[in-house]
């Protein structure tokens, strides 16, 4: 069974870090893109950040770009997102997700397995 397991979420207030883990079990993504998405309450899941296959070409948001950084480790098959000067409109719950391709993309329907997600709050 295949299974992406999200940590490392929490409460943190604003200017604040926190590193998002996801770990893959069930077979290996060292052939997939990995993503990062993010969805607020009431709102639509949006893309955050993306690492392709090898780690060797990243996307990110807009809004994310200079704050974030996503990064993998495949001997581990898991992927991690630092986030740096958090502010409070990025609080929303953080979800993984392999992609089908070896680049990643910001489209959620180009990712076929997610995790469950992890809570990210972040207070003024």
């Known amino acids: 069974q295949v299974q992406l397991v999200e940590s490392g979420g929490g409460l943190v207030q604003a200017g604040g870090s926190l590193r998002l883990s996801c770990a893959a079990s069930?077979?290996?993504?060292?052939?997939?893109?990995m993503g990062w998405f993010r969805q607020a309450p009431g709102k639509e899941r949006e893309f955050v950040a993306t690492i392709s296959w090898s780690g060797a070409t990243t996307y990110y948001a807009d809004s994310m770009k200079g704050r974030f950084t996503i990064s993998r480790d495949n001997a581990k098959n898991t992927v991690y997102l630092q986030m740096n000067s958090l502010k409070p409109e990025d609080t929303a719950v953080y979800y993984c997700?392999?992609?089908?391709?070896?680049?990643?993309?910001?489209?959620?329907?180009?990712?076929?397995?997610w995790g469950q997600g992890t809570q990210v709050t972040v207070s003024s």
């Open positions: 997700a392999a992609g089908r391709r070896y680049v990643g993309s910001p489209r959620v329907n180009e990712y076929d397995y």
């Open positions: 069930g077979r290996t993504f060292s052939s997939n893109a």
